[in-house]
């Protein structure tokens, strides 16, 4: 069963605006994690953001935020301010301590930053 | 630079042959995990290692495999390689239940 689901296989937004990429998910336990990575063009998965289930701010590192909504089980990566350099792919994923703590990735959302 | 690294970066071999994939894991980190990206599949799990023992099993097949030494670094081979196993592979490690961190990946193409 998709246990990450990403809507948005890409998104376009200008530069210097905000923009949301959707994420939700699927879970029984309590006890979970959420994380967003980036992968750009070069190939590489770059860790971005981390949101525990028990977290009651929602995480922020600099220009990410995650909007955290439980009951709707959502987990949504907000960029402010879009770089150019923000033109990547974006995975959101789950791990689940219960599940051996193994990571389960969306199918990613390609966002493009125009100049 | 996450601190884990992978050798080799690109890898070109023919359907049939075997082919070894090496990571090591950032100073400290104990886990290791195998992840395969294809195209059509997106990424997927393989195999997880803690300190020295497999610790969870995902989408991984048979002719894959995959060990971590007493220095905590790892191998994955794959044998007996298809058209299908081309595709990029990466490695991650934690402190678990910590953020994983990637490596660059193993861009493997099967001709």
């Known amino acids: 069963a998709q246990k990450i689901t990403q809507t948005q296989p890409g998104m376009f937004v200008q530069e210097k605006e905000a923009v949301t990429l959707d994420c939700t998910y699927d879970t029984s336990d309590q006890s979970y994690g959420l994380f967003w990575y980036k992968q750009p063009s070069s190939g590489e998965m770059i860790f971005l953001i981390y949101?525990?289930?028990?977290?009651?701010q929602n995480a922020t590192e600099g220009r990410y935020s995650l909007n955290f909504q439980k009951a709707r089980k959502s987990a949504n990566l907000v960029i402010s301010a879009s770089q150019l350099g923000d033109s990547a792919m974006y995975f959101c994923a789950m791990r689940e301590p219960q599940n051996n703590n193994d990571m389960r990735f969306g199918a990613g959302t390609r966002l493009t930053v125009k100049p | 630079d996450s601190g884990v690294t992978q050798t080799p970066k690109h890898l070109i071999t023919a359907t049939g042959q075997r082919v070894t994939l090496r990571c090591s894991p950032r100073?400290?980190?104990?886990?290791v995990y195998w992840y395969q990206q294809s195209l059509d599949q997106g990424l997927q799990f393989l195999i997880q290692y803690y300190n020295g023992e497999e610790r969870a099993k995902g989408n991984i097949l048979e002719r894959f495999s995959a060990q971590q030494f007493p220095d905590l670094h790892s191998e994955l081979n794959l044998s007996s390689l298809e058209l299908g196993d081309s595709a990029l592979y990466f490695c991650?490690?934690?402190?678990?239940?910590?953020?994983?961190?990637f490596g660059p990946g193993t861009r493997l193409t099967v001709l």
């Open positions: 949101q525990g289930s028990y977290d009651e």
């Open positions: 100073s400290g980190d104990l886990s």
């Open positions: 991650a490690s934690s402190r678990p239940p910590d953020t994983q961190y």
